[in-house]
DNA sequence: TTGGAATGTCAACAAAGCTGACGTATTATG
DNA sequence: CATAATACGTCAGCTTTGTTGACATTCCAA
């Protein structure tokens, strides 16, 4: 009994291929926090703190409302971080000039000094990574991370990444 | 002032390219876990029960240290929620038979259909995304995701991979 | 027979999420 | 202008999932 159909075109989604795709996931995911999780215990943050962090200094002059809709969480998780950052004068709240309302969210100099160790040490294994497949399997990676986000997050993820060019 | 590079080579690590990776992976993962999170939300169970059931389906019989191993949570962590799921009949704790002091854990047949329903979800949204992508794009995928694993996790993931074939 | 391994369990605690309720500016709107 | 809606902060209490530390049991192996 031979193969009926082209082998790769069919066999890539089996079952199995999905599942080793899911494990892929979990583990690499693992990998992709432990650097800046290293970095931050011991200190007072976590990973929440990071992911604050990281998006305010993506798109300085922020939101509090644009931010919670990035992260994911209520206001309430959020401004449980924040507050910390602020208080140690990692993040700087500045009322809105428009609208008074709102707040805009800066990094401190000391902030963007911990932004650069998380993501130095964050970016490093990506690059080792990247270096390692070359850009063609770079490029499959980032193809398939987008077709796997919800649309709204999608979104998101365009509007950060287009306005930083 | 023109280009000295081949630019293709050498562009594709730069910082802002890196930084859209790590943003891809913050939301990819999101989209990843969402559909199990949405059904088990209302059950009893979480994040931590879903990992726990496949991985006792990837593969039957294993022991808790073993579980253990590949979680990466301490013993009283993953005993919490093991607890929940013997007590409801999900999973099967049996003593071992070559040496007693091990427990093999198995899905009951109740616990293999939690197990389906979770991991059809997971595996749509993958199968969706690869399907998109096609086969080209999820090799790289794949390849940058293994590059990205501390190696004790990838030597984890290649056990598990290569015992399912 | 004795030390170490595998497991289970108790207690206490922390990080980070959640809901609900409420207060206070500020802006928008009828 | 009065009132409604928005943006933000905060208090209280709860859940999930992780952590340490301590201790008991059972069993294998030297």
Redesign the interface.
Known sequence: MHDMQGG??LL??T??Q???????????????T?DPDRILEGMAYGRAHH?AI?FIA?APGTNVNNLLAIL?VTKQSLNRVLRTLVDDHLVESRVGTSDKRERHLFLTEEGAVLERLL?DA??A?????????G????????????????AD??R??FD??DS??
Do not use: C
């Open positions: 790769e075109d890539f989604l079952d199995e999905l599942r080793q795709g899911i494990e892929a996931m979990f583990f690499a995911y693992r990998g992709f432990a992911r990281h993506r994911g993501s964050q970016r294994r990506l690059r080792a990574a990247f270096r390692t497949v850009p063609e399997a770079v490029s499959g990676f980032r193809k398939v991370l987008e077709a796997m986000m919800d997050m999608r998101k993820y950060i990444r930083s060019l």
